[in-house]
């Protein structure tokens, strides 16, 4: 067994505590990572509540990790220690359906293994998060992270960033495209960021007109505020290609979809625990679309991260030590973090 010390959380209602996790020993195609930053995602949060009902305790959270790394198995070809290196949501899957084999192992039909609170293939071994000083991973699901980034500016790229990339690339997102970000939060800032990087229009729907300066700072052509849905509709009807919506509270997304142009789509992101009430006729009248989108596969999350190297994207973040874990969680039931938290794992 591989022994590194992390903060787990022993119940749904008790504070993260630090706890002495027991890895698998490296395999011949692991690679050991020292990791130096793990951003706070709001998953995190849903999981150590145990409000998807899945929790095992103690859980270990944390899937926006960076590191080096600090041994590596015979069979390693990709990485030498040393390396810069990054785990996200996946830390491996069947590799033989046809998902896996199109690169899309975040959809296996046979299971992904998540990087914690998730069982690995063998059946038995549980797999813990980042919120810890090291990690062993196979090298097939370990990113290469870009040197000439910020690195605790880099963790949240591993979901937070790779959530967002992927629909606007599958959607085709690209000049003369207008897109709406509706949530300004970790995965709402990062949706703005790529989508004017990728050379679209981009409208940030917010509640509050406290957000609006930052989201133009961020990038933001407008900020469009929701108080009155009326004269939205009025000034913003069928004007947008895609809407991409981070919320994962309940909230109406007939708004939405009236403001697609024909073909548009409303993709949503966050996982609401009470079902939407869909008016169909805003679907039919312009043949549009409501979709959702689940992070991404290794070589898109690899082809994010390099991207962002070429175009120096980085998230906003608070850096913590991660003996403030709980308190990072109390904020962000407030929405009260720009944008991320982010554990220093290096003090720990
Ligand atoms: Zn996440
Ligand atoms: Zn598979």
Redesign the pocket.
Known sequence: MYKTKGYAAFSASAPLAPYEIQRRSPKKHDVVIAIDYCGV?H?DLHQVKNEWASAVYPMVPG??IVGRVIEIGTAVSKFKVGDLAGVG?LVDSCRTCNDCLQGQEQFCDYGRVGTYNSIEKDGVTRTFGGYSQSIVVDENFTLKIPSNLELSKVAPLL??GITTYSPLKHWNIGPGKKVGVVGLGGLGHMAVKFAKAFGAKVSVFSRSEKKKADALKLGADEVILTNSPDKIILSHNKSFDMIIDTVSAPHDLNLFLQLLKRDGSCVLLGLPDIEPTINIAHLIMGRKNLSGSLIGGIAETQEMLDFCSAHNITCEVELISPEKINEAFERMMKSDVHYRFVLDMKTL
């Open positions: 995602c998953s899937h926006e949501c979901c937070a």
